[in-house]
């Protein structure tokens, strides 16, 4: 069964930094695009950070570009997403997803994790 399970939110200070992880099962990351996307209250779901299947190309949202930073450890099925410099406005649920090929968005997105939650306020 093909499962992703985040973790690595909470609460943190403007200015912070958190590192997401994100373990799959039941496949194997190398083969899939995989993303980061977030969603706050009463806001669409938004793409943030995605990596390409043979991990050579990323790409970062406008708002988190030169902040934040996405990477994967083929060994240990994982991709992390490192967080600097947080926001009040990156407050969100986060997630990570996959498909097997093509575009990383969120309408796209084959498999789901459950999210987790980062707070970002003083």
Not at 29 to 47: C, D, M, N, S, T
Not at 68 to 77: E, G, L, Q, T, Y
Request: with cysteine.
């Amino acid at each position: 069964q093909l499962q992703l399970v985040e973790s690595g939110g909470g609460l943190v200070q403007p200015g912070g930094s958190l590192r997401l992880s994100c373990v799959a099962s039941g496949f194997t990351l190398e083969h899939y695009v995989i993303g980061w996307f977030r969603q706050a209250p009463g806001k669409e779901r938004e793409e943030v950070s995605c990596i390409s299947r043979s991990g050579d190309t990323t790409n970062y949202a406008e708002s988190v570009k030169g902040r934040f930073a996405i990477s994967r450890d083929i060994a240990k099925n994982t991709v992390y997403l490192q967080m600097n410099s947080l926001k009040p406005e990156d407050t969100a649920v986060y997630y990570c997803a996959a498909r097997f090929i093509g575009s990383c968005s969120p309408r796209a997105m084959s498999y789901w994790g459950k999210g987790t939650l980062v707070s970002v306020s003083s």
